[in-house]
């Protein structure tokens, strides 16, 4: 009962801001300064051009009338068209919405696969050598921005090495050896800060664990070492690592506008850079609007993850 | 992430009571790496400063006589694509860098503490707006609000610095809100309230300085955060427009000749990656000497 009243509650939390981040959405058009007509088609286009897309941004009207209109159509799932492709914006999104999850998921994967198991080992092996690699090269992850480690990643492996493609897309359902080819380099490039930020929390967390009452009364009864950590403190320190998932993927989304422009990753943050580029508004809006949705999803979805996890929020 | 020594916790082998604030200090001098961090950012600030001082080649002088080449005396790291000289674009992007920085964290501070400490000492319905619409702006992905907004400006420094700030403004909101709703139920409080003491001198003179702490280290981080998203929004195309010197626009620049002229993609993403590295330990041994949770 308590757990569906607490993930009723996130929903219904959820609602208002989903209203406010749609207004964040609908001010990038509006808040354009001078005539958004003009940013979008020029100053010289031809007059039936601009009345065209003034009418068809709902222009004429009065502001929140706009807004209404706007909010309405997004709802039914019209997220307008395309000025420069001549498409409807939620098929370019539907085009390149599955290239930039693999790319996002397959760079958590190999955050994960890297940061748990060095965060474990650093932790357990405080203060010596193999704690301090690791968390050097943790905080080398944090800090080397993708858009350098991309680079030197297709220096060494693309066109030094040559063992794998320097940049380029290939569908998992065309040749899956292939796309896997063109996977690493990008994943590995993304996922590399969140493995750094992950390896620390995880070290910190479980460090945290390893010095509570509990921990002590396992070894005291004479659990091996590695009981004491895998059964126990690793088990309590993950509920906590859990929770940063969320921001986490939102720091992954973020990221993989500038991943996808270093590989050539044919995605929604390409699209949106094109967007500005080619000042298509209504295409930035709807790549904005949408990440902006996959992350409120996710985040609730990780709030239903804790409770599953946290027998606290289910028993008391 | 915690690098306190083992000594600093131990009860037994701890000093007498020292000022909290005189503790910190002493903890941060003790870190050897915060000092390493301290130091990196102390010299990108003084280079970026000094930047007139430190190099006299101007860094958006072209020579078409000397394209590409590799360090010498006359360029100690060498020129670029239009035989510009890499060490003045690189003095000259960290002032870029951390100017665009240092007002970033400044905005998000002089908007997000005003905001979160309002919200937090008002509650109800006040603290309720408020933090709705800074949830639904955390709700974006840093960069990408960033781009969205430097979308809607048009592209340059400007722009770039006023949406970095407003990317980082929620955060330090609500941090300040959290450690006001922390200290408001707290005696002293309490007892100022009693006393008769007005509302906004209780908050400025009692509840802020509690704050200050969790700030720093909150800056720091978002100094970091705030380097790399210049750069990355440079990089991008939309940030800093050429020529002017930007380590993203140079690292984005040099992706077309790497394969014969490494020292221009190594140079910037050295330096970026070593500014942000010394934010970073300077961020992770202000916590470590600030932090109140983490001292016991």
């Not at chain 2, 020579?63 to 690189?90: C, Y």
């Not at chain 2, 450690?179 to 001198?201: F, K, N, S, T």
Request: glycine fraction near 10%; include cysteine; charged fraction near 15%.
């Amino acid at each position: 009962m308590r757990v569906t009243s607490y993930l009723g509650g996130r929903l219904l939390g959820a609602i208002p801001m989903l209203f406010l981040m749609s207004l964040v959405v609908f001010a990038i058009v509006y808040l354009i300064p001078g005539d958004p007509v003009d940013a979008m088609l020029g100053q010289d286009a031809e007059r039936s051009a601009r009345e065209a897309l003034r009418r068809e941004l709902g222009l004429d009207q009065p502001l929140w009338r706009q807004y209404v209109g706007w909010l309405g159509r997004v709802a039914q799932g019209d997220l307008g068209r395309s000025i420069r492709a001549q498409q409807p914006v939620r098929d370019l999104i539907v085009e390149k919405l599955p290239a930039t999850l693999l790319l996002t998921t397959s760079a958590a994967l190999i955050a994960l696969l890297i940061a748990f198991p060095a965060g474990i080992i650093a932790a357990v092996k405080r203060n010596t050598i193999v704690d301090l690699l690791a968390m050097v090269g943790a905080l080398l992850g944090v800090s080397i921005p993708s858009f350098w480690s991309g680079i030197m990643l297709i220096m060494v492996f693309a066109l030094t090495l040559g063992w794998l493609p320097a940049m380029g897309y290939v569908r998992p359902t065309t040749d899956p050896m292939a796309a896997l080819r063109y996977l690493i380099l990008p994943a590995l490039t993304l996922g590399s800060v969140m493995a750094g930020s992950v390896t620390r929390q995880v070290r910190a967390q479980l460090l945290q664990e390893l010095g509570r009452d509990y921990v002590r009364t396992a070894r005291s009864k004479g659990l091996r070492e590695f009981g004491v950590v895998v059964r126990h403190a690793v088990r309590n320190s993950l509920i906590p690592a859990v929770t940063v998932l969320g921001v986490q993927f939102s720091v992954l989304l973020g990221g993989a506008v500038i991943t996808e422009q270093i590989f050539a990753w044919p995605g929604v943050g390409q699209l949106a850079v094109n967007a500005i580029v080619n000042r298509d508004y209504p295409v930035l809006q709807g790549v904005i609007l949408t990440i902006a949705l996959l992350v409120t999803l996710v985040n609730l979805a990780v709030d239903a993850l804790y409770v599953v996890l946290d027998p606290r929020l289910r028993l008391s | 992430m915690s690098s306190s020594t083992p000594a600093s916790a131990s009860p037994e082998r701890r000093p007498a009571p020292e000022p909290p604030r005189h503790r910190a200090l002493g903890r941060l001098k003790r870190s050897r790496l915060a000092l390493i961090g301290l130091a990196i950012v102390g010299l990108t600030a003084l280079v970026g400063l000094l930047a007139p001082l430190v190099v006299t080649a101007d860094p958006v002088a072209m020579d078409f006589g000397a394209l590409l080449e590799g360090p010498s005396r006359a360029h100690p790291l060498g020129t670029d694509q239009f035989g510009r000289d890499v060490l003045a674009r690189l003095v000259w992007g960290a002032r870029l860098s951390v100017t665009i920085g240092a007002v970033a964290v400044a905005l998000a501070l002089v908007v997000g503490v005003p905001i979160g400490a309002l919200s937090g000492y008002a509650g109800g319905a006040i603290d309720n707006v408020l933090m709705r619409c800074m949830d639904a702006l955390l709700a974006f992905p840093a960069l990408l609000l960033a781009l969205g907004l430097v979308a809607i400006m048009g592209p340059g420094s400007t722009s770039t610095t006023l949406a970095i700030g407003v990317v980082y403004t929620p955060g330090v909101a609500r941090l300040t809100r959290g450690v006001v709703l922390a200290e408001r139920p707290q005696e002293y409080v309490q007892a100022a309230h009693a006393l008769g003491q007005r509302d906004r001198w209780v908050l400025l003179r009692h509840i802020m300085p509690n704050c200050v702490s969790a700030l720093v280290v909150q800056a720091s981080v978002n100094f970091a955060n705030a380097m790399v998203i210049e750069a990355g929004l440079s990089f991008l195309g939309i940030g800093t427009p050429p020529p002017t010197a930007s380590w993203g626009l140079m690292l984005n620049e040099a992706r077309a000749f790497m394969s014969s002229a490494l020292h221009v993609a190594i140079v910037p993403g050295v330096a970026i990656s070593l500014a942000v590295l010394g934010w970073n330990l300077l961020g992770d041994g202000l916590r470590d000497a600030l932090d109140p949770r983490l001292t016991e």
